[in-house]
């Protein structure tokens, strides 16, 4: 998507260590009119798959997936991390290791509210080696779910995760796609 | 506003402990759709503030905040949580200490981001004590910029928060005023 690409050509900031923050729109201030761009291009993307819901984390992955979820018209579900294994029976629960944190985390959603009968758009900000939409995933099979499609804001190609799941069936649309980053601040779209 | 307090009687769970859940449409799984006539009502509210910028705190009030930015047509800022405290000069930085988790949080938003000439709407979920909205307040005193506003969807105003800010000159907004909540379930607002 141009308009994305030209966005984080102007406003990405790169830091050593393969870091890109894009903290001035996404992670920490959240242009939303912009934003809102993004969320028609995922209902562009994914309208004829019967969307129910859409599945996120919190905390950064929220704000696209509730202007997602207005587009499309459906609740958000965000899955909690949390440092211990909860082993609750009310919560489906699976482990995620953070690569910018270098933790692992444990993600949970309520039995309750991701349902067997659920079409789930998974929605997350950032795709890199995968792990958190690997949790997401995992969350939707141990309740029956099925992902009807997956919406990144940014991915990484070179990490590999996004080929990963779409290895797996998955259809994965990120909307700005980097082949190559170097630490000078040369990105390279696909 | 009645729509909040016919779904709160409605899909709101009490547990010991003075504990409100409303896990079903605000706090986990989010009614995008619903949330959607909230930010509205900001918008009625609010309107005539010359909102730059809204800021909230992660994780529970991004959503919220975000659907209401885009009736505003401005950006979001979220404040993190930390256990740590973050002394680097790029960010501003507070104490909260959080009613529900019990336990001390640091909050921080990057320098770059809260501005002097901001005029800065503040929405979150909950207010009861109001730990995180004077945490969120104190943040603006320190990058200067004015809160022109303080929205929130459910205060339980026994708990006093709400009165405190208001008596320190702050025009808050709930949604949602419970004046009175008992373990059996019986929930009497103002």
Known sequence: MKLLEDRILRDGEIYPGDIL??????????????MCELAKEYHRLFSDRKVT???TIEASGIGIACLTAQVFGVPVLFAKKSR????SSDVYSST???????????????KQYLLPTDRV?????????GNALFGLTDLCKQAGSEVVGIGTVIEKTYQGGG???????????S????????????????
């Open 21 to 34: 923050k894009v903290d001035s729109f996404v992670n920490h201030q959240i242009d939303v009119p912009f």
């Open 53 to 55: 819901k859409i599945l």
């Open 84 to 87: 211990t294994l909860n082993q």
């Open 96 to 110: 995620v290791f953070s690569y910018t944190h270098k933790t692992e985390n444990h993600v949970t959603v309520s």
């Open 121 to 129: 758009l998974i929605i997350d900000d950032f795709l890199a080696t």
């Open 163 to 173: 080929n990963k799941l779409r290895e797996l069936g998955y259809d994965v649309q």
């Open 175 to 190: 909307l700005a796609m980097i082949k190559s980053m170097t630490d000078d601040g040369k990105i390279e779209f696909c």
